[in-house]
């Protein structure tokens, strides 16, 4: 019980710390934050906010306090990925075996027909071709990455789904993936090396995945024996961006329908989403990292991480989130 009170009192610490930070977190455009813990240092890995072609690279930020932040530049760039030219968003990163992986979109990528369809992808890498979600690997958290296949895990149209805004988890001794563009969400299999897919027990490569008002952005995780499902809806160019959710008791589903826990609010900001969520080891504090539109909005591009407390109410829904100047403001 000491061990345990001693790892609480840690872990409040360091939230005391999380309260003097402001938001954003750090400087500069950034969107799609994936935020992680390794060891005692905590994690941001997000998209570099820009034009599709300027789109070249990811930086990463870390920090032991959740309120001095250091960037570490460059940490996977195209250079290192034959096939992407552009576009890469939406970093997603795990630590696995002592080696840490890089789950990640490139290229705004169409079938060969050009439209939001199912179909064959192009077959020229190019920022408006061929691409998909990669996986690239380092010794340490802050790279460099290099791409670990040589090619997408996924370059296909599978249920009219854009390849990209990839989510991977760990259940039952599997890893899995949701992802999904264009309206349209899939799940698939991964092999255990992150090299390739793998069907389901069925013979299947893919499993739509849908929710109702899903556009992008997939997150999965799991409290208290629940699973939560979170996704953005609306446009991400628009105030109308946003964060619903969905619950089950596995992350296969069926997932129940909850709502809305993330959206505008003026006059702080507007167009909230694609976020990531974390809790504090040893407590059962809850945090969401995501992105918004600073007001006065400067353009399409002017995105800023951000962090704000996420709770539960006494069913175990998801509170809606007041964003605040202050992350740890409720």
């Known amino acids: 019980m000491k061990s345990r009170n001693k790892i609480r009192i840690a872990a409040c610490a360091a939230l005391m710390g999380l309260a003097a930070s402001a938001n954003p977190i750090f400087e500069g455009w950034y969107a799609d934050p994936q935020i992680r813990r390794y060891g005692d240092t905590y994690w941001v890995f997000p998209t570099t906010s820009a034009r599709f072609a300027n789109q070249t690279s990811f930086d990463a930020f870390s920090s032991k306090d959740m309120k001095a932040w250091t960037k570490h530049p460059r940490i996977l760039t ?61 010794e340490r958290p802050e790279g460099p990455y290099r791409d670990l296949i040589g090619k997408p895990l996924v370059d296909r149209f599978w249920n009219r789904a854009q390849p990209i805004d990839q989510y991977v988890f760990g259940y039952k001794g599997g890893w899995y993936m949701v992802y999904g563009g264009w309206g349209r969400c899939n799940l698939v299999k991964l092999a255990k090396n992150f090299k390739s897919l793998v069907p389901f027990e069925d013979g299947a490569m893919w499993r739509d995945f849908t929710p109702k008002d899903y556009v992008e952005g997939s997150v999965m995780f799991e409290r208290m024996g629940r699973w939560y499902f979170m996704y953005s809806s609306g446009s991400w160019t628009k105030d109308s961006y946003c964060v619903n959710y969905s619950v089950g008791s596995t992350p296969f589903g069926p997932f129940e329908f909850k709502g809305r826990v993330l959206a505008s609010q003026k006059p702080l900001a507007t167009g909230a989403g694609h976020h990531s969520v974390i809790c504090a080891p040893g407590t059962d504090d809850w945090y969401i990292c995501y992105h918004r539109r600073p007001i006065p909005s400067e353009g399409r591009d002017h995105r800023v991480v951000c962090i704000n407390r996420m709770e539960f109410d006494a069913d175990d829904g998801i509170k809606p989130v007041v964003m605040t100047a202050n992350p740890a403001s409720r």
Do not use: C
């Open 78 to 138: 195209t250079n290192e990925v034959s096939w992407a030219k552009g576009a890469m968003w939406a970093p997603d990163a795990h630590e696995v075996g002592g080696r840490y992986y890089l789950f990640f979109s490139a290229n705004d990528s169409y079938p060969v027909g050009g439209k939001r369809e199912d179909g064959e992808p192009q077959k020229e890498a190019k920022l408006s071709g061929y691409g998909g979600i990669g996986v690239a690997v380092a």
